[in-house]
């Protein structure tokens, strides 16, 4: 299965020239509302696409538990949309200061330690007996030193996902952009090369292919050798990605792919083109 981000440029399109591509997939804080517009555009939607719902706002990661009031929208979004995927981040977006909880707006990433591992499973087990469905979770792109870690990144999500039966939903842009950023950041220039490519899969030695429900593939602006990356959604999916990719698939197995793109967005047929092209792989690859 192959699909892309439905973003609201492109819901026109979307339902007057279909494309042949599987699922869209659609972010949930904007569909949270009881009825109105944008639930009866999903529910078109529906009709000519399997549908992929991804949350920004859970945050299992932060000590304090999801917002209950968060939790209860999605769950309702789920029940009456039916998605066949749903997914999260690993992140943490909340904390106490003075008494008070805060906001990021942001997700952030995790410290890799036994305390950040017990109260995620934690929060995945609740969200996923009130949806009553797996959860798919995504690993982070982040843009400060990984340092004094317990576990390694994937090692950690490994655990996540045997203790609660969650999947990993495994952003391969996110895997490149965090290479390049760590790169930079103790003081190395950095080119895309095969060694960097088997390094990425190196870290993911601790994953099994039962573990990994979905596939994202993305672009970004580039950089430079010695700049930092943004994950920013705003170009092609870049070549790099395309062989990691073909890498992971050998790997791990074929699961459904999404295409995201969501800033400087393109005409929809250039958008699905990239699906297809995804699916293309895959079929190479059976």
Known sequence: MVGVGLRHEHYFDAI?????IDFVEVHAENFLSDGGAPRHLLSQARQYYDLSIHATSLGLGS??????????????????MKPFLFSDHACFNRAEVHGKQLHTGDLLPLRFNQASLDILCRHVDLVQNTLGRTLLLENLSSYIPNQNQHFDEFEFLAKLSQKTGCKLLLDLNNLLVNEHNTQVMNGRSVEVTNTVLEKIMNDLRYLSTDMIGEYH????TSVGSTELMIDDHARPVSEPCWSLYSQVLNEFGINPTLIEWDQNLPPWADLTALAMKAKAIQQDIT
């Open 16 to 20: 007057n020239n279909v494309a042949p």
């Open 63 to 80: 000590v304090s538990p999801p917002e209950p009031e968060i939790v209860s929208r999605i769950a309702d979004l789920c029940d009456t």
């Open 217 to 220: 593939l993305a672009g970004t």
